[in-house]
Nanobody
Framework: VQLVESGGGLVQPGGSLRLSCAASGTFFRLKTMAWYRQAPGKQRELVAAIPSGGSTNYADSVKGRFTISRDNAANTMYLQMNSLKPEDTSVYYC??????????????WGQGTQVTVSS
């Protein structure tokens, strides 16, 4: 599985961006789709996730501002980011976790896309 993110860029505080994560390749079962971010000097953190068959969950810092969604037919995941703040500045990564028929899981990461929130 290969993941390619797009949609990052420079935006002013209060603005919006939509990130996309397009997947190619084959897998047996998709378990979780998620967005992470990593700011300079900080650890990578979970931003939002959609577990298979479960409800979405978000980091407290983005609740009410970010929305994760998926288009199964297009094998694409999105992150709509509204009311952006300077502290949202990070490299954003998508991650898919898949499972084999025997239950072995694999995690796949995209290359990352830079989001900069600044006036």
């Amino acid at each position: 599985v290969q993941l390619v993110e797009s949609g990052g860029g420079l935006v002013q505080p209060g603005g919006s961006l939509r990130l996309s994560c397009a997947a190619s390749g084959t897998f047996f079962r998709l378990k979780t789709m998620a967005w992470y971010r990593q700011a300079p000097g900080k650890q990578r953190e979970l931003v939002a996730a959609i577990p298979s068959g479960g409800s979405t969950n978000y980091a407290d810092s983005v609740k009410g501002r970010f929305t994760i969604s998926r288009d199964n037919a297009a094998n694409t995941m999105y992150l709509q980011m509204n009311s952006l703040k300077p502290e949202d500045t990070s490299v954003y990564y998508c991650k898919w976790t898949t499972a084999t028929p025997t239950g072995v899981t694999f995690g796949y990461w995209g290359q990352g896309t830079q989001v900069t929130v600044s006036s």
